[in-house]
């Protein structure tokens, strides 16, 4: 069963979510708790090269 994943930008501390494993990677929420500027679901890739540090939360 494929599980879902919610992340963190260790960096900024922007939220993310991945419905699905090696899927693409949705904003969630800012830092602040704010709605993010753009929903639009990236690849982990898109976002490594961004500059993006995403680890799971919790851990």
Do not use: K
């Amino acid at each position: 069963m494929a599980q879902s994943r919610d992340l963190i930008d260790i960096r900024s501390g922007d939220l993310f979510h991945q419905p699905t494993p090696y899927g693409l990677v949705y904003p969630t929420c800012t830092a602040d708790g704010s709605a993010p500027p753009s929903q639009r679901g990236r690849t982990w890739e898109h976002l490594t090269a961004s500059g993006r540090d995403l680890r799971p939360v919790g851990r």
